[in-house]
């Protein structure tokens, strides 16, 4: 939910005063490779066309986008204000660099440069997207409301920007009108899946497990994929008493995702409630391998411990934890209490 989207790219470039006409037919030919997907050609052809005319502000844009689809966020950064430094009034530069910025951790540089974009350009959806992607991750989710509010306006047919803003309402703690929004998008969208998962997850929280139960399994028919509701199926499942069903489901998540630890822990505590410890700690292991610090892990690993008598692991397991000021911390130190 909470990740910043989508680079833009210029795939045809704008400029077309160049100083020759081979510059401008460089830059074409480089954004078709960089389309292609051959972006070793692409680059040979953005750095050939800047040689013959460095201040195309279009091609600095889209090789800055090629350095950002490698990773490479100074040298896009680079280019992305260059090309902003041509072209002042360029708003998909100015979205380029409010990601890349972002992705540097400079959120606030990122918010100013999308609230630019969005002046420059009041109908570019991804520059509220951006917009409203990034307050979420401030978090601002009042102002993050008004951004999904505005796409709405000005994509009425993109039920997922409904179903963003159903997530950022219930965030405030309106789960009913969330729910509301939602079964209307569903009205128009039935075949939606993620509005579905959505209305299912609000209405686990809700603790209405029936009609959780039903929006859940209508979402994996749409979106078998989906281990986020998959997960949340399992959760309703234990809810109800139905164990087994719940074991299955959460095996199933990590058919799709053996690295989806929050799955993998459940199976654990699944598995330490029915008594099978080293079961228990066999999934524990493979969590703590790939995540050494994992709270939650860490606790459960504590009790299957104290379970088979291996009572001094147990109580260095949770004499570590209880230094956190945190939940699993907490429940560290009510252990070693009791």
């Known amino acids: 939910m909470a990740s910043i989207a989508y680079d833009s790219f210029d795939s045809a470039p704008r400029t077309t005063h160049t100083r020759n006409g081979a510059s401008h037919d460089r830059a074409r030919r480089a954004a078709l490779l960089h389309l292609d997907g051959d972006r070793a050609a692409a680059l040979a052809e953005y750095r050939a066309a800047l040689d013959e005319h460095p201040d195309h502000a279009s091609t600095l844009n889209n090789l800055g986008f090629l350095y950002a689809q490698d990773g490479e966020w100074t ?29 540097l951790g400079d959120l606030p540089e990122a918010l100013q440069l999308l609230e630019r974009a969005s002046q420059l350009d009041p109908s570019n959806v991804l520059a509220w997207e951006n917009k409203a ?6 978090p601002d989710l009042p102002a993050a409301e008004q951004a999904w509010r505005k796409l709405l306006e000005l994509a009425p047919e993109q039920p997922r920007f409904a179903v963003a803003l159903a997530t950022t309402i219930a965030g405030q703690r309106r789960a009913y009108e969330a729910i509301a929004l939602l079964q209307l998008v569903l009205r128009e969208h039935p075949l939606h899946a993620p509005a579905w998962a959505q209305l299912g997850v609000l209405l686990f929280v809700r603790r209405d497990l029936g009609s959780a139960l039903e929006a859940l399994q209508r979402a994996l028919e749409l979106a078998p994929a989906d281990t986020h509701a998959r997960h949340y199926l399992a959760m309703v499942l234990l809810a109800i008493g139905d164990g087994h069903a719940a074991v299955a489901e959460l095996a199933r998540i990590l058919e799709f995702d053996p690295a989806f630890w929050a799955a993998r822990i459940d199976l654990a505590i699944h598995a330490l409630s029915a008594g099978q410890w080293m079961e228990a700690l066999e999934q524990l292991a493979i969590v703590l391998a790939a995540e050494p610090a994992n709270e939650r892990a860490l606790f459960y690993r504590g009790v299957a411990v104290n379970e088979i008598g291996d009572s001094e692991t147990a109580n260095g397991i949770f004499t570590e934890l209880a230094k956190n000021d945190s939940k699993y911390g907490e429940f560290a130190r009510q252990c070693l209490a009791a």
Request: charged content about 15%; glycine content about 6%; overall charge positive.
């Open 75 to 103: 040298q896009a950064i680079g280019c992305y204000e260059r090309s902003i430094q041509l072209q002042p009034n360029g708003a998909m530069a100015h979205i380029n660099l409010a990601t890349a910025r972002a992705k």
């Open 133 to 138: 992607r990034l307050l979420l991750l401030v």
